[in-house]
């Protein structure tokens, strides 16, 4: 899961460059008039959309955005019809990968997503290739010189958490969703600073690149990640640190 991590620990480093550009606010949009029109405008009763305004919250979005966003997915307000979609595909060496977008026009995305994982050495694939190799997981990163791993062990599976791994100078907490939250919120109340806390597709087994197919593949990753339908891509891959470290969305 290592690969999986550093990513996900790289792309919460950039969230703030991104939330310059705009390109970050316009998802966190997508996202929470989606969960608005699927789950309701009440957070405390939604917690996909409890979930898209605390992300909000975190890339400094003011809160008349926010409610906007809430008032379109409810119907409060005009906005467009967004439509969650999954893809699933091949990067580089086999690397599976799995990702979610919301967009207005289907044909459209999917024939920009097929030439973006074609121009990186990837192709798109059917529905079903690779989603079994993922599982639906709450994933927390802390870095290590807050705690130690045993008084974090203890305080983690206490609040409900079903493993923690030590990788690098990080710990990963894996939860079941359904516990993503109050795992989350046993670590903040210890006064826990968290790199990375999302609901994730985790993959089972990766791939380890190297070299040119390494490259290769974090470009790909780049160039989904940038796509303005794309809201979130998982992949199976394992590049050194050294390499990830070099990356840049």
């Avoid at 290739?129 to 010189?145: P, Q, R, T, Y």
């Avoid at 493993?163 to 359904?178: C, R, W």
């Amino acid at each position: 899961m290592s690969g999986h991590s550093k990513w996900s620990q790289i792309r919460y480093k950039k969230a703030a460059v991104d939330a310059r550009r705009g390109k970050l606010f316009s998802k966190v949009i997508r996202e929470i008039t989606v969960a608005a029109r699927l789950g309701g405008g009440d957070p405390d009763a939604n917690p996909r959309l409890r979930t898209a305004i605390q992300t909000a919250r975190a890339v400094n979005m003011p809160q008349e955005n926010i409610q906007r966003a809430i008032q379109k997915g409810t119907g409060e307000l005009e906005g467009a019809a967004y439509e969650e979609v999954v893809y699933e595909g091949y990067g580089p060496g086999g690397v599976a990968i799995l990702l979610t977008a919301l967009t207005d026009n289907k044909n459209r995305t999917v024939a920009e997503l097929r030439h973006i994982f074609s121009r990186y050495g990837g192709n798109l694939g059917e529905v079903g290739c690779v989603a079994w190799m993922f599982n639906k997981k709450g994933l927390i990163v802390v870095e290590k010189d807050q705690i130690e791993e045993e008084d974090l062990m203890l305080l983690a599976l206490e609040a409900g958490a079903e493993d923690i791994k030590a990788e690098g100078d990080t710990y990963e907490i894996l939860t079941a969703v359904e516990d993503f939250e109050q795992v989350k919120q046993a670590l903040q109340e210890h006064q826990l600073e968290i790199s990375v806390a999302e609901i994730s597709m985790i993959p089972q087994a990766t791939v380890k690149l190297e070299g040119k197919q390494a490259q290769q593949m974090l470009k790909l990753m780049e160039a989904l990640e940038d796509h303005d339908d794309v809201q979130h891509v998982y992949a199976n891959f394992d590049i050194p640190e050294e390499v990830m470290s070099e990356a840049t969305l």
